[in-house]
């Protein structure tokens, strides 16, 4: 079956780093990419939308200048988290759709800012 | 997107069936019904989904009421992989087939299983 893979899946850093995630879609081609951050108990929060080869369409409330989108390839998309703070702690998730079939997530990031 | 209910959490045995339940009463034409299942310290999994008719796969089956305001997940034997947040969303695919592929997650129902 199609499967999406995350990396990393578990970071650590300093506030004030930059972090970046990257989603690949390891056997079709992802027209669209989808980033979400989930808080803990709570459910998934769509943060943007990327077509390959297009600017990322970022949802209400989501700053475009703090979480950059990069989805370059048809096969991989990169959330870049700028200048992180403990407030950016969360799980970030990725999914990949190709035509005409459902979307698929990958395992997630855990992101832990000190 | 419309919105759907389900419960906050559900019980079940292992080894028996399990009925996931989702009321979405505001459903349009051209809406498709979307289960999702989410283990803990996983991304959302791909569990089903159909327009009207029920749709059964290896992983489960979905029953779709008549009127399409209600319908139903159906694990045939619960096993202990199967506790996990089940997520009941309405995807609206409009009329030309397409239409926005985002899927909007609402607080889904926690399935237990009890060994």
């Known amino acids: 079956g199609a499967v999406v893979s995350q990396h990393p899946s578990w970071v650590i850093c300093k506030s004030g780093t930059s972090v970046k995630i990257e989603c690949r879609s390891l056997?079709?081609?992802?027209?669209?990419m989808f980033w979400y951050r989930q808080f803990p108990k709570q459910s998934l929060m769509l943060m943007a939308t990327?077509?390959?080869?297009?600017?990322?369409?970022?949802e209400q409330g989501v700053e475009k200048d703090k979480f950059l989108i990069n989805h370059a390839s048809l096969t991989l998309s990169t959330l870049t988290v700028t200048s992180a703070h403990p407030e950016d702690s969360s799980f970030y998730i990725c999914?990949?759709?190709?035509?005409?079939?459902?979307?698929?997530f990958g395992d997630g990031t855990r992101l832990s800012i000190l | 997107d419309a919105k759907t209910t389900q419960p906050n959490s559900m019980e079940s045995n292992e080894e028996e069936p399990v009925h996931l339940p989702c009321n979405h009463s505001?459903?349009?034409?051209?809406?498709?019904i979307h289960w999702y299942r989410q283990l803990p310290s996983q991304g959302p999994e791909y569990v089903i989904h159909?327009?009207?008719s029920n749709v059964n796969n290896r992983m489960a089956s979905l029953a779709i009421a008549e009127d399409r305001k209600s319908s139903t997940l159906i694990l045939h034997r619960a096993t202990l992989r199967d506790a996990a947040v089940y997520y009941c969303?309405?995807?609206?695919?409009?009329?030309?087939?397409?239409?926005?592929?985002?899927?909007?997650f609402g607080k889904g129902t926690k399935l237990s299983v009890i060994p």
């Open positions: 056997d079709f081609q992802a027209t669209t």
């Open positions: 990327s077509n390959e080869g297009s600017k990322a369409t970022y």
């Open positions: 999914s990949a759709r190709d035509l005409n079939q459902p979307q698929h």
């Open positions: 505001t459903i349009s034409g051209t809406d498709y």
């Open positions: 159909g327009l009207t």
């Open positions: 969303i309405l995807r609206d695919v409009g009329w030309s087939g397409a239409g926005s592929y985002q899927l909007t």
